[in-house]
């Protein structure tokens, strides 16, 4: 990725993390501040880390800034989260 890349991220999703793009393509799933910057990083941008990829200029945020990370939602009602054999 060459110039200025906008970045997007998306808000949570129900499952946990938030969808991170960038010029049209998704960099992957963020599940903290920290995986949005080493996305980020990946990606060819410099000067972005997890201290300030909540103020940086070419991170676009919807849904929350940098600080709404939501647990995912849990089992419904009278589920487990994983099932066990005996």
Do not use: C, F, K
């Not at 997890?50 to 709404?68: L, S």
């Amino acid at each position: 990725m060459s110039g200025l890349v906008q970045v997007v991220v998306y808000p949570p999703s129900p499952t946990g993390g938030r969808r991170v793009w960038a010029d049209g393509e998704i960099l992957g799933l963020a599940r903290s501040a920290r995986d949005v910057a080493e996305l980020v990083r990946r990606a060819g941008m410099t000067g972005v880390t997890e201290e300030n990829v909540g103020e940086a200029e070419a991170v676009e945020w919807r849904g929350g800034g940098a600080e709404v990370w939501p647990a995912p939602e849990g089992p419904p009602e009278g589920g487990a989260a994983h099932s066990r054999l005996p």
